[in-house]
T-cell receptor, first 114, second 113 residues
Framework: RKEVEQDPGPFNVPEGATVAFNCTYSNSASQSFFWYRQDCRKEPKLLMS???SGNEDGRFTAQLNRASQYISLLIRDSKLSDSATYLCVVPDFTSGAGSYQLTFGKGTKLSVIP | DGGITQSPKYLFRKEGQNVTLSCEQNLNHDAMYWYRQDPGQGLRLIYYSQIVNDFQKGDIAEGYSVSREKKESFPLTVTSAQKNPTAFYLCASSSPGQSYGYTFGSGTRLTVV
């Protein structure tokens, strides 16, 4: 069974802090990865895609370590609006024809405190 | 605007009733999915469909049924055989390729009363 493991947190950080989440995955064949953000009682929304060693988008940086099978998400200069649950997501392409299924981690909860 | 619409937003079910959750997308996506999320838990796959008139069971299909008669629609029926149906149900869609992940609907919160 393909697994995606995350530290559930919660991570309570002050505004302006830098915070990092890690995620480990068991499917060594995975080539691409996603971080989703889920606000309380809302649907998950795509935050970042990670295909090679990493990706950066403003205050958010995702890094990939294939040898150790982990992905990290770094948030710099945390804002109150960053408070949410962050889901690590690994696609499985074994069904073929470009189709895939996503395996979701249980998420890491972040609370940014004023 | 293209998107994926779930209805209703809130649904209450009596013991022993079947209820159907609607999911419609106008993104021209081939694949559609149903997930269940319980408080503090991750998303668990119920059913998925990669093409019209075809669908497969996910990890927790027991007590659920689906149909895929149209590309745009993938309704989920929660049957009386599902003993613990209270949860947040999320529908998603995707197209082949690895760039975009899934697009999710806003979810249906089902409560047994």
């Amino acid at each position: 069974r393909k697994e995606v493991e995350q530290d559930p947190g919660p991570f309570n950080v002050p505004e302006g802090a830098t915070v990092a989440f890690n995620c480990t995955y068991s499917n060594s064949a995975s080539q691409s990865f996603f971080w989703y953000r889920q606000d309380c009682r809302k649907e998950p929304k795509l935050l970042m895609s990670v295909y090679s060693s990493g990706n950066e988008d403003g205050r958010f940086t995702a890094q990939l370590n294939r040898a150790s099978q982990y992905i990290s998400l770094l948030i710099r200069d945390s804002k109150l609006s960053d408070s949410a649950t962050y889901l690590c997501v690994v696609p499985d392409f074994t069904s073929g024809a470009g189709s895939y299924q996503l395996t979701f981690g249980k998420g890491t909860k972040l609370s940014v405190i004023p | 605007d293209g998107g994926i619409t779930q209805s209703p937003k809130y649904l209450f079910r009596k013991e022993g009733q079947n209820v159907t959750l609607s999911c419609e997308q106008n993104l021209n996506h081939d694949a559609m999915y149903w997930y269940r999320q319980d408080p503090g838990q991750g998303l668990r796959l119920i059913y998925y469909s990669q093409i019209v008139n075809d669908f497969q069971k996910g990890d927790i299909a027991e007590g659920y049924s689906v149909s895929r008669e149209k590309k745009e629609s993938f309704p989920l029926t929660v049957t009386s055989a599902q003993k613990n149906p209270t949860a947040f149900y999320l529908c998603a869609s995707s197209s082949p390729g690895q760039s975009y992940g899934y697009t999710f609907g806003s979810g249906t919160r089902l409560t047994v009363v």
